[in-house]
């Protein structure tokens, strides 16, 4: 089955500094989402991006399909940011038979 | 207030009982789903329901059982877990119109098997 590989798998920032998240995925895709999970556990929606680029305040996204990648910028970054994130592939067909990777554990320190 | 509510948010079972979980979508969606993430492993799909009919079951053991009355709604009835069933189960909807849509997830119910 089609493999989602995140890295880094851990990130410390300093509150106001930039990142990138970055995602591969071995096989063509359906979809393509970014996910925050918060400390409660739940998934919160970041960008639904099977191909292009995406903006939403601080956060873009973009997806290259042809090359099986996609990466997630925060800019600016705050405490708040902190958190898990996972991108989720849906390789054909039913675009919410989601698989997950190992997701991105981002700490920002104030 | 999110568009997939899950009831309880935390539960405390012991190895014989029987409990349920539920989830109600509001987002019109036709497709619901339940997801397991257990610690340290990712997400793992349970089972997929389109338009109330269950179209995978992802080799998950008969203890967990699942029903979709309708297409706002889905259990997960549990009995007899074991302690390594131990997680937080996840909900999620979506709408499959053959055009592709993003999944909306739930908040969880962090289940302890005793």
């Known amino acids: 089955g089609i493999q989602v590989e995140q890295s880094p798998p851990d990130l410390i920032l300093q509150e106001g500094a930039n990142s990138t998240l970055r995602c591969n995925f071995s096989d063509s895709v359906n979809n393509l989402q970014w996910f925050h999970q918060n400390p409660w556990g739940q998934l919160i929606n970041l960008f639904y991006?099977?191909?292009g680029t995406k903006q939403n305040g601080r956060l873009s996204a973009t997806t290259v399909a042809t090359e099986r990648y996609s990466l997630l910028y925060i800019s600016s970054s705050q405490t708040t940011d902190s958190g898990v994130y996972f991108c989720?592939?849906?390789?054909?067909?039913?675009?919410?038979?989601?698989?997950f990777g190992q997701g991105t554990t981002l700490q920002v320190k104030p | 207030e999110t568009g997939v509510t899950q009831t309880p948010r935390h539960l405390v079972m012991g190895m014989t009982n029987k409990k349920s979980l539920k989830c109600e979508q509001h987002?019109?969606?036709?497709?619901m789903y339940w997801y397991k993430q257990s610690a340290k492993k990712p997400l793992e799909l349970m089972f997929v329901y389109n338009f109330k009919e269950q179209t995978e079951n992802n080799s998950v053991p008969s203890r967990f059982s699942p029903e979709c009355p309708n297409s706002s709604h889905l259990f997960l009835h549990l009995h007899t877990l074991q302690p390594e069933d131990s997680a937080l189960y996840l909900c999620?909807?979506?709408?499959?119109?053959?055009?592709?849509?993003?999944?909306?997830f739930g908040q969880g119910t962090r289940l302890t098997v005793v």
């Open positions: 999620a909807s979506s709408q499959q119109d053959g055009v592709g849509a993003e999944a909306f």
């Open positions: 991006i099977p191909s």
């Open positions: 987002l019109g969606h036709n497709a």
């Open positions: 989720a592939v849906a390789p054909s067909g039913n675009t919410g038979k989601l698989i």
